[in-house]
């Protein structure tokens, strides 16, 4: 996309069935994206020129997602001032505690704001990239509160489902 203001990277294309709810999230908000397979410990110097590029792009976002030793959200919060957002991915034998500790885990000075492991990190991800983008842009606010309203009205509809199910 030409001008993306949320920038996904995954450090494996592994991570790819995780991260697809935060593209559908982007999608459904109308707000362009864009996505990259780099490694912080497999391509160190493409991670390094991808985070010291972004703000210069555009971007006003980063959701980086790893898993195992998952480096990559604190590296590219190392060299830039754009938000990162980190997603931990289930991806070893310790079903995503390592990738979780290894994102959340920063020393002070370089931010990552981790979400929770796995699928229902990655929407929430895209959706506090929305918030963050709706700081400026009225549009998005907009959908997000609507957004937020839908949510209230499908646990209003599930509680008066489970009423009348169980009487």
Do not use: W
């Not at 592994?14 to 459904?28: M, N, R, T, W």
């Not at 994206?33 to 391509?43: G, M, N, P």
């Not at 590029?53 to 898993?67: D, F, P, T």
Request: proline share 5%; glycine share 8%; aromatic share 2%.
């Amino acid at each position: 996309m030409a001008h993306p203001s949320v920038s996904i990277v995954m450090g494996s294309d592994s991570d790819l069935p995780v991260i697809e709810g935060a593209f559908e999230v982007l999608k459904k908000f109308g707000v362009e994206y864009e996505v990259h397979v780099i490694s912080a410990h497999r391509s160190p110097d493409r991670a390094l020129e991808f985070a010291k590029s972004a703000r210069k792009k555009g971007v006003k976002a980063i959701i980086a997602c790893a898993g195992s030793a998952a480096h990559l959200a604190g590296v590219i919060a190392s060299h830039t001032t754009v938000p990162v957002i980190g997603i931990p991915i289930p991806s070893s034998d310790l079903k995503g505690l390592d990738s979780l500790l290894s994102t959340v885990q920063m020393p002070a000075g370089v931010p990552v704001a981790t979400m929770g492991v796995g699928k229902a990190g990655a929407t929430n991800g895209a959706i506090l990239a929305l918030q963050m983008l709706a700081l400026s842009d009225n549009d998005i606010r907009e959908k997000l509160d609507s957004y937020k309203r839908e949510l209230a009205k499908k646990v209003e509809e599930a509680d008066r489902k489970l009423k009348e199910k169980i009487g």
